[in-house]
Each structure stands twice: as structure tokens, then as C-alpha cells.
């Protein structure tokens, strides 16, 4: 009898209980995104012309899909900058989206290419008119105006363009 009460002793000595699974963040079955704001992302800072702005990096299909979405605010300076594997035509809305936006679409050099406002909260799709988009970079609404950057400025990080910076020499 005295056996029978260390048994269950026993037979977990030795033997580690498997880690928890990690936990899968809730993303929308439909469009991919984080039904929460995302964690502040990787930044890296850039400069279009003679400005400078801080930029969250967006790279991976969820960070891209979720945004800037749930976020209250945008600093001014600050932005999030989305990466995309190759050129191609892109299109933004505003899903979940409170902060006004001002988005630039650019090619693969970096050079802007569009400028285009967005309006919080606004689900229509706003789409680049080239196909040539890689990279786009929302910021505080009418940063770009404010600063006199337009259609041709290149942007570029303190590591190079932005195909050296996130790809490397192709």
C-alpha cells in the first residue's frame, strides 16, 4: 500500500511537461490582418531629400495586412514604411484605421512615384496607378506637402537605397 501512494511520484520523475504552445495572435480569416494593433515594428530612419522621418518597417504579410490599423495616433516625424518582395500595382485603404494618412507609392530605386491622402475609417481601395510600386510609406496626413516632397524625390536609408537596405546588392 505504502507503494501505491509514491506511484504517482514516480511515475513523473524525470519527465518534463511540454511547453506551452505558443500563443497565435487572432487574424481575420477574410483579410489576413491582426484584429488588435500590432506591436511596434522594427524602425529604420530615412531620409526623401534633405528630411528625415523615423519609419516602422513593415515586411511580412500580417505586418502588412494590419498596418497602422487600431492605432489612436501617428507622431509627427514617425511613419511605417511597407516592404514588398518585387514591384507591382498596390493598393491601401483605411480598415480600422483612425489616423489620417498620407501614403507614397514608390519603385524599386525608392523613388517616389504617387502621393495619395487617405481618410480614416475609409474601406475603398486606393490603388497605385503604376505597377512599379515596392515600397510605400504612410505618414502623418500632408507630411509630404508640409515638407515639399512630390513625385520624383528618392528616399533612401542610412545604409543605402532602399533595395541595397532591405535586399541587398540584386
Same mark, same amino acid.
Given at each position: 500500500?505504502?507503494?501505491? *501512494?509514491?506511484?504517482?511520484?514516480?511515475?513523473?520523475?524525470? /519527465?518534463?511537461?511540454?511547453?506551452?504552445?505558443?500563443?497565435?495572435?487572432? $487574424?481575420?480569416?477574410?483579410?489576413?490582418?491582426?484584429?488588435?494593433?500590432?506591436?511596434?515594428?522594427?524602425?529604420?530612419?530615412?531620409?526623401? *531629400?534633405?528630411?528625415?522621418? $523615423?519609419?516602422? #518597417?513593415?515586411?511580412?504579410?500580417?505586418?502588412?495586412?494590419?498596418?497602422?490599423?487600431?492605432?489612436?495616433?501617428?507622431?509627427?516625424?514617425?511613419?511605417?514604411?511597407? #516592404?514588398?518582395?518585387?514591384?507591382?500595382? /498596390?493598393?491601401?485603404?483605411?480598415?480600422?484605421?483612425?489616423?489620417?494618412?498620407?501614403?507614397?507609392?514608390? !519603385?524599386?530605386? *525608392? #523613388?517616389?512615384? %504617387?502621393? #495619395? !491622402?487617405?481618410?480614416?475609417?475609409? %474601406?475603398?481601395?486606393?490603388?497605385?496607378?503604376?505597377?512599379?510600386?515596392?515600397? $510605400?510609406?504612410? $505618414?502623418?496626413?500632408?507630411?509630404?506637402?508640409r515638407h515639399g516632397i512630390g513625385p520624383g524625390t528618392l528616399v533612401r536609408t542610412e545604409r543605402g537605397s532602399l533595395q541595397e537596405t532591405f535586399f541587398g546588392r540584386r
Amino acid at each position: 500500500m505504502a507503494l501505491m *501512494g509514491l506511484a504517482p511520484w514516480w511515475a513523473g520523475c524525470g /519527465r518534463q511537461a511540454a511547453p506551452p504552445a505558443p500563443a497565435t495572435p487572432p $487574424v481575420d480569416p477574410e483579410y489576413g490582418h491582426l484584429l488588435h494593433a500590432q506591436p511596434p515594428l522594427p524602425t529604420v530612419r530615412l531620409w526623401l *531629400g534633405a528630411e528625415e522621418i $523615423v519609419a516602422e #518597417v513593415a515586411r511580412r504579410p500580417v505586418e502588412i495586412a494590419t498596418g497602422m490599423m487600431f492605432r489612436e495616433e501617428l507622431p509627427e516625424g514617425r511613419g511605417m514604411l511597407f #516592404v514588398f518582395p518585387g514591384p507591382g500595382r /498596390r493598393s491601401f485603404w483605411m480598415r480600422n484605421c483612425r489616423v489620417p494618412l498620407s501614403a507614397a507609392y514608390m !519603385d524599386p530605386r *525608392g #523613388v517616389i512615384l %504617387e502621393i #495619395v !491622402d487617405l481618410n480614416p475609417m475609409d %474601406e475603398t481601395p486606393v490603388p497605385s496607378e503604376s505597377d512599379q510600386i515596392q515600397f $510605400v510609406l504612410e $505618414v502623418p496626413r500632408n507630411w509630404f506637402a508640409r515638407h515639399g516632397i512630390g513625385p520624383g524625390t528618392l528616399v533612401r536609408t542610412e545604409r543605402g537605397s532602399l533595395q541595397e537596405t532591405f535586399f541587398g546588392r540584386r
